[in-house]
């Protein structure tokens, strides 16, 4: 991205406060907000001194004009001249329906521009079915002709309030979460009439020849989103987008409809060029977990724009998180927090990267800050639930996620991490609910997937966790975890070979220095850090398949982890050169600190385990039957390394004692450190 002038700057800042007024009239307070905080975000204006000697101003800047007039281009930034006229014409009545919308009156909103037709008699009849009164809508709109003699500023309020008026309805009828009304049977009842409306009003639109300003456009697909026509909704969307940059939240619900990063590169294709585009770029790769490094380098081009904004620094942790770098993410979000303490967007991240980082008195801290600024924010109940959660109190944990999806039922990672601690407490059939609802949400979230495979592993259901882990792996390729869950329900299913690629594509997302191919052909460097249960679980699999050459091999390499790159290196007395083919080495870092940071996390090696106890003793065994000469020795090795960790120890000496009386009492290893032993 070119770095900005100063008079693509002073546009920029123009179009954003712009944004910020017109965001506002509409009453789309989230994107007004998000236009707020990134106008903020840009450096201050170049400050000219003036000619006379007075203070300090920027009138002799030939971008500007006089400061009332740009106070008012700002402030009423409509342009086209019938819009104008209408504006000023019902202006008394848009200020009645905004203060209606404030107070949450959205009815009434819509009531000043859109008559009703109210029920005639009984108001209330409470001798009405309630199946009757849910199939159509409480307030009818009369006269579906797209409101001709209305702004479009005006319509889009009206609608926008019935909309919301229709979703608050569809809360109160959903009563209890997971209750027996709350779930898909419960609509928005007022999405039809809406959408008639609005249908009526383009086609009015487009007879007279008016200009699209894009906020219905914007509604248009909010309604067809809700109505699952996604691909129509997606394309009404990107008119929206098309015709006005500046609203963020239908950038937002563009992003929503895009499933894959294929989807993401075709939407690019056809998106116009500008800022706000390299912004939905960034945001929606890190929406689809792609941590890559060309992202992290366009946020750190976009940063040079907006070097103070919250959102793209949350958008690095995010990045972070995605690509399991916890210590950078946690960074980030604390020094967010230290900035600006008040702010809870993201706060659910925060609390879930303290989660898996088991810093529990840090996560406490984080849920009491939250508390003490809104108790009553979702972030801040899923917060404490996560507290709640590490301290593995499941039922405090889910009375918090519930509260989060009370004050909001489209929180998806609520929803997700309530069906993990019912999961935690065995609850299969409520725990598939919360994650079916958080796929309904955003089915880009792996996790809810990942959970769905749990949950009917639990059942016993292995074709159905086969899957919900294919799911997962395909939205998540980098987490070996996905790969092991993958292999192990292919275990079950007795699919040795599949399970086998399944298990070396964990071991290759989990081993940066080695690729995909080489795990595939059996070609792995014995040097290679690898996760040793994955290996001793490919290993068993081989052995299923009477491949024992295979076996043997994957039990060598099980082996090898208890030690690792570092310690291998240093007993080879070449440290730098173990690590020229995995990191850039810095000439004078030759410390162990160094190389593990330079390795980005590298594990120096597991140690002595229970899984390389057991490969130890499984190898020894088929070195014991392979015959004598050096498999003998071999396996004696292996059974004296087992006296001394500690695992599988009487097995170890029975094997000692039928190698050595194989081998004609002779052994390298002295009879006293076996006496001593037993």
């Known amino acids: 991205m070119a770095v900005m002038n100063e008079r693509d700057a002073q546009a920029l800042r123009k179009s954003l406060q712009v944004a910020v007024v017109r965001c506002s009239e509409r009453c789309l307070y989230q994107s007004a907000k998000w236009a707020a905080e990134m106008l903020n975000a840009l450096p201050e204006p170049v400050v000219i001194s003036s000619q006379n000697g007075g203070d300090s101003t920027m009138h002799d800047d030939p971008l500007l004009t006089d400061p009332a007039e ?3 281009t700002v402030l009423s930034p409509q342009t086209d001249a019938r819009e104008a006229r209408l504006e000023v014409a019902e202006l008394s009545k848009y200020l009645m329906a905004k203060t209606y919308f404030d107070c949450r009156e959205y009815d009434r909103c819509a009531a000043v521009f859109l008559p009703m037709l109210l029920p005639k008699g009984e108001i209330a009849s409470t001798k009405s079915k309630p199946e009757d009164r849910k199939s159509q809508s409480t307030h009818a709109l009369v006269g579906l002709d797209g409101a001709p003699h209305l702004s479009q500023k005006a319509l889009f309020l009206a609608l926008y309030a019935q909309y919301m008026a229709g979703e608050k309805r569809r809360d109160e009828e959903s009563e209890t979460i997971l209750g027996p009304s709350d779930g898909a049977m419960t609509l928005n009842r007022e999405l039809a009439p809406i959408q008639q409306q609005l249908k009526a009003r383009f086609q009015f639109q487009n007879k007279r020849g008016d200009n699209p300003q894009g906020w219905l456009e914007y509604l248009y697909g909010i309604v067809l989103a809700k109505q699952k026509n996604f691909e129509e909704a997606k394309s009404w969307l990107l008119r929206s987008v098309s015709y006005y940059q500046y609203n963020w939240g239908a950038w937002q619900e563009l992003g929503d409809l895009v499933g894959t990063v294929h989807e993401l590169e075709d939407l690019l294709a056809v998106l116009p060029q500008g800022m706000m585009t390299f912004i939905f770029h960034i945001y929606e790769n ?47 979000f604390s020094k967010i927090l230290q900035r600006d303490p008040l702010r809870l967007d993201y706060l659910e991240a925060y609390s879930n990267i303290l989660f898996v980082m088991d810093k529990t008195a840090r996560l406490a801290f984080i849920a009491q800050v939250a508390t003490s600024t809104d108790r009553f924010r979702p972030e801040t109940c899923l917060a404490v639930g996560n507290y709640f959660a590490k301290r593995s109190e499941h039922e405090k944990a889910i009375v918090y996620f519930r509260r989060a999806l009370t004050l909001d039922r489209s929180y998806q990672a609520a929803w997700t991490l309530m069906g993990h601690e019912y999961l935690e407490l065995r609850n299969t059939h409520a725990a598939v609910e919360c994650y079916r609802r958080a796929i309904d949400i955003n089915r880009k979230d792996f996790r809810a997937w990942y959970g769905l495979g749990q949950a009917y592993e639990l059942l016993e259901m292995h074709l159905y966790s086969l899957f919900y882990f294919q799911r997962a792996t395909a939205l998540s390729p980098p987490d070996p975890k996905m790969w092991v869950a993958m292999g192990q329900c292919l275990d079950k299913l007795s699919r040795w070979q599949q399970a086998i690629k399944a298990y070396k594509r964990a071991l290759a997302a989990g081993a940066e ?3 995909d191919t080489n795990i595939l052909q059996n070609t792995v460097d014995p040097a290679s850090n690898l996760d040793p249960d994955i290996t001793h679980a490919i290993a068993l699999d081989y052995d299923k398949l009477n491949d024992t050459d295979a076996v043997r091999g994957w039990l060598e390499l099980t082996i090898a982890q208890e030690e690792g790159i570092l310690e291998r290196a240093e007993e080879a007395g070449d440290l ?29 090696g597991t140690g002595v385990t229970a899984t390389t106890s057991r490969a130890k003793l499984w190898l020894a065994r088929l070195e014991y039957v392979k015959g004598e000469g050096p498999h003998l020795v071999r ?19 029975a094997l000692m004692h039928e190698i050595q009386g194989r081998m004609g009492a002779k052994s390298s290893v002295p009879m006293t450190t076996v006496a001593g032993l037993t």
Not at 287 to 304: G, H, I, P, R, T
Request: charged share 25%; aromatic share 10%.
């Open 286 to 332: 890190q929406e689809l977990f792609q941590a890559e490094d060309s992202v992290l380098n366009a946020l750190k081009s976009l940063k040079v724009v907006f070097p103070t904004s919250s959102f793209l620094r949350t958008q690095k942790a995010l990045l972070y998180y995605h690509a399991k770098y916890y210590d950078k993410a946690e960074r980030t």
């Open 513 to 515: 220095n080695i690729g």
């Open 576 to 604: 730098t050169a173990s690590f020229n083919a995995n990191a850039s080495f810095v000439a004078g870092q030759s410390t162990r600190s160094a190389i593990e940071e330079d390795l980005g996390g590298v594990r120096a």
């Open 635 to 653: 396996a004696l090795q292996l059974t004296n390394d087992l006296l001394t960790d500690g695992y599988e120890v009487e097995e170890a000496k």
């Open 70 to 72: 740009e106070i008012m």
